[in-house]
């Protein structure tokens, strides 16, 4: 089959960021069968030619590298393949209907909305699934011909194509994932480590949609990918700030980052803010807490941080790792650390 009709999100300058949409699809109708007798000179009763119709176009998910969100499909939830031609008299059969390719970044899960059933699952560029398929054409009556049925005009009408309601969900494709309150670092982290420039602001929830940037070493060129997620607070789990519905970002990552502010902004205490923020993701799934997790200490510059990690260090008896990303104290050592931790899950 012809394989033309597709959606690519424009480029556009708005900061929307779509991660989660129900589109409805119909794969296109099979074409009718032909009813067709072959009249030639000197030929009168030349018999049946008439062709079969075209079967209907499918509608196939594609992952496509080039995509990061959903946008395409908010302002255009109805999808539909082209409908197979009909058949037609000297044989001719009717063409295919063009298929409807959705393509969708990485990392999204297509679930069908009426029984909650996974129809798709892509995880990389160019993967493909077929999640309606296409009528078949129906037969011309050349189909019927027999010996004691010479002259046939019965056809078949084409099988209509499959409909289905989907809902579209983005799980980013990510290493690492970094958790932590609002004004904790991540992005100013995020802005050193890689060459990803998210919002960075001196007021809570300036990252409002999640941000992935690429940890390249010099030397091997090896690749992390990190993704900030926005901040939590506590009673996520019940929507406040911006609520748990960012934290699929990280389910598929093989490290948490968790950043905790060490300064203790706005008076909060650090270990209460890392108890926390364990807590919301125990409610939002029980298997992230399962995940290998580096702990790193931010705002070391800060003049109660030391106090405040010599406390954290004895109430807790994980390993800390002291940054600065206002001085770049540290930074090194955590990036070494990232890819000694990650890179033997990478090679497996």
Known sequence: ML???????????????????????????????CVSFRREKFEPFGGPNGGDGGCGGDVVIEGDHDINNLNAYRFRPNW?????????????????????????????????????????????????????????????????????????????????????????????????????FPNAGKSSLINLITKARPKCAAYPFTTLHPQVGVIEDAVTYKRLFIADVPGLIAGASHNKGLGHRFLRHIERCNLLLILVDMAGT??????????????????????????PRLIVANKMDEPSAEENLRAFVQLNSEEVLPISCLTEEGIPKLKKQLYLRVTPHNEV
């Open 3 to 33: 394989e033309t009709e597709t959606s690519r999100p424009e480029n556009t300058s708005w900061s929307m960021f779509i991660d989660e949409v129900v589109i409805s699809a119909r794969a296109g109708d099979g074409g009718r069968g």
């Open 80 to 180: 539909k393949a082209e409908r197979g031609e009909h058949g037609r008299g000297s044989d001719q059969q009717g063409r295919s209907g063009k298929t409807c390719i959705l393509k969708v970044p990485p990392g999204t899960v297509v679930t069908r909305t009426e029984d909650g059933e996974v129809a798709a699952e892509i995880l990389s560029d160019g993967e493909r699934h077929v999640i309606l398929k296409g009528g078949n054409g129906g037969w011309g009556n050349t189909r019927f011909k027999s010996s004691l049925n010479r002259a046939p005009r019965q056809s078949n009408p084409g099988l209509p194509g499959a409909t289905g309601k989907f809902l579209l969900v983005l799980k980013t494709l990510a290493d690492i994932g970094a958790v932590g």
């Open 266 to 291: 706005d008076g909060r205490k650090p270990d209460d803010d890392y108890r926390q923020l364990l807590e919301e993701l125990r409610l939002y799934d029980p298997g992230l807490l399962e995940k």
